[in-house]
């Protein structure tokens, strides 16, 4: 590594850190807002703790730490996406003087800019700038309606409900992921669109800063000629389903020390450790949804599968080994399908794990404190009570569909397989899954019994992400700099392995 490469890595992390920790603060007081109340908030102070190394984890996230030392847009294309995102949810901020910038204009300018300039890095940010963002704020619309008129929404609605309630009502259905089976994504698709069609009024206004970025990328691609910049013969769009398929494999791999827990939960309890046993419960998958998903997930593989001339071609990257030896030969592309489909549960039910540790949150009344001697109260002295554990507010089936729809967007059409195009998809799913949150002495809930070691991996998972995450960039530096080889028709020339 030169001397520029080091100039150009350390501002790009420690700018792209703050960025993520600014991002990371503002989704975890939003979602502790919707659990105990704004009031409780304000006087709880700051919850976050883990922020910080949330950051330095995505930072660590072994394809973008890597290529941010080599010339690679991949790290600053992150950044003004996630500086996009930032302001985006500066606009959710109710007090000002939480804010970077106080006037929501001002926010709403910033995301503009910072998404047509992360268009410059790479075109296919359009999907996370001008449509995921966009699908976002038709949320925020419709809920924010839903809470100034104070009507509740409830789960478990048949489809009949659903769609009277989002035609006359016009109020979103959305269900946590950790509560949410099948049937529930696709009501919350039907109100998510009948409740925007419904509420044109107060959508389209709202809209306008992305319609920007939209029509600022679409004049681009009629002044290019298309989308791809260079050579665009390889880089033809294409329908590439099995994108998707890997993109699980791909999220469980980096994220196994997050998603233990509900992995856990698949195996027979009984049968466990009672320290091991998960104190929580998850909605399994069920046969017929399993049989169903598989079937769908072979004949994807069937159909579908794409091996682009440049993945076999190149022995240098880390995909080539995986085609070569796993998705080439049929027997173990079709083997693969269950694996497939547990990878996808895995990264559901991580946005929707509940917190082992939670923040218990402070009762409104206060309660007489008791003397220790006489068992009789203090008077003029008064504590706070805490209330029993609660698990965090929950992702939503909105926000799921919304990311899986603008991955989809993203990674479909390209013919090529390549690790850099799920960093996006990956860093945006990792900094919304739930915190692990301490309580106010600094310990752990369940921490003795049933589900005791859960309780202590909930205080050290992040942690162990971080050894994780090292152990993959020690082997990517080892193999990079003291495992090169040399190709027949260039001698002389060191090739070297990578991402």
Not at 78 to 88: G, S
Request: glycine share 6%.
């Amino acid at each position: 590594m030169n001397a520029l490469a080091i100039m150009m890595l350390i501002p790009s992390q420690v700018a792209r850190i703050r960025t993520l920790v600014l991002a990371r603060r503002r989704l975890e007081r939003g979602r502790y807002e919707k659990l105990v109340g704004r009031e409780a908030v304000e006087r709880e102070g700051e919850l976050v703790e883990d922020a910080g190394q949330v950051a330095l984890n995505v930072a660590l996230f072994p394809p973008l730490f890597f290529f941010a030392a080599l010339y690679y847009t991949d790290v600053w294309s992150t950044f003004w996406v996630l500086a996009a995102y930032r302001f985006w949810l500066e606009q959710s901020l109710v007090r000002r003087s939480e804010r970077f910038f106080t006037s929501p204009k001002v926010s709403r300018a910033l995301m503009v800019g910072c998404g047509l300039v992360s268009l410059a890095f790479r075109q296919t940010n359009v999907f996370w700038v001008g449509v995921f963002l966009a699908g976002l704020e038709v949320v925020r619309t419709l809920k924010d309606r839903d809470a100034e008129s104070g009507v509740r929404v409830d789960a478990n609605l048949g489809w009949e409900d659903v769609l009277v309630m989002s035609y006359n009502q016009r109020k979103l259905y959305d269900v946590p992921v950790g509560d949410a089976a099948l049937e529930d994504y696709l009501r919350t698709a039907l109100s998510l669109v009948v409740g925007a069609v419904t509420s044109l009024s107060d959508v389209i206004p709202r809209l306008y800063p992305y319609l920007v970025i939209l029509a600022s990328f679409a004049a681009f691609v009629v002044w290019n000629g298309g989308v791809v910049l260079g050579d665009k013969s390889n880089h033809i769009a294409t329908i590439h389903t099995p994108q998707l398929l890997y993109l699980s494999a791909f999220l469980t791999l980096f994220s196994i020390p997050l998603l233990l827990r509900p992995l856990s939960a698949l195996l027979p309890q009984p049968l466990l450790p009672t320290s091991l046993r998960s104190p929580f419960t998850y909605r399994r998958p069920r046969p017929l949804i399993f049989l169903a998903c598989t079937t769908i997930i072979l004949a994807t593989i069937h159909f579908n599968t794409q091996i682009h001339p440049f993945t076999l071609a190149d022995n240098r990257h880390y995909t080539f080994a995986i085609f070569r030896r796993l998705i080439l030969p049929p027997l173990p592309r079709y083997l693969l399908s269950p694996i497939y489909f547990l990878c996808s549960y895995l990264a559901i039910e991580g946005l929707g794990t509940p917190s082992l540790s939670s923040q218990p949150v402070k009762a409104l009344a206060s309660a007489t404190k008791t003397s220790t001697t006489t068992g009789k109260p203090v008077e003029g002295v008064e504590v706070q009570r805490k209330t029993p554990y609660q698990p965090p507010a929950d992702n939503t089936t909105s926000f799921l569909l919304i990311w899986l729809a603008t991955s989809a967007a993203q990674l479909v059409t390209a013919p090529l397989v390549e690790p850099r195009y799920f960093i996006l998809p990956w860093v945006l799913w990792r900094l919304n899954v739930p915190a692990a949150r301490r309580n106010v002495e600094g310990k752990d809930a369940a921490t003795d019994g049933e589900g005791a070691f859960w309780g202590y991996w909930a205080r050290w998972s992040l942690w162990v992400e971080t050894a994780w995450f090292l152990g993959f960039n020690a082997v990517a530096a080892w193999l990079f700099l003291y495992r090169p080889f040399r190709w027949e028709q260039e001698p002389g020339v060191w090739q070297r392995f990578m991402w």
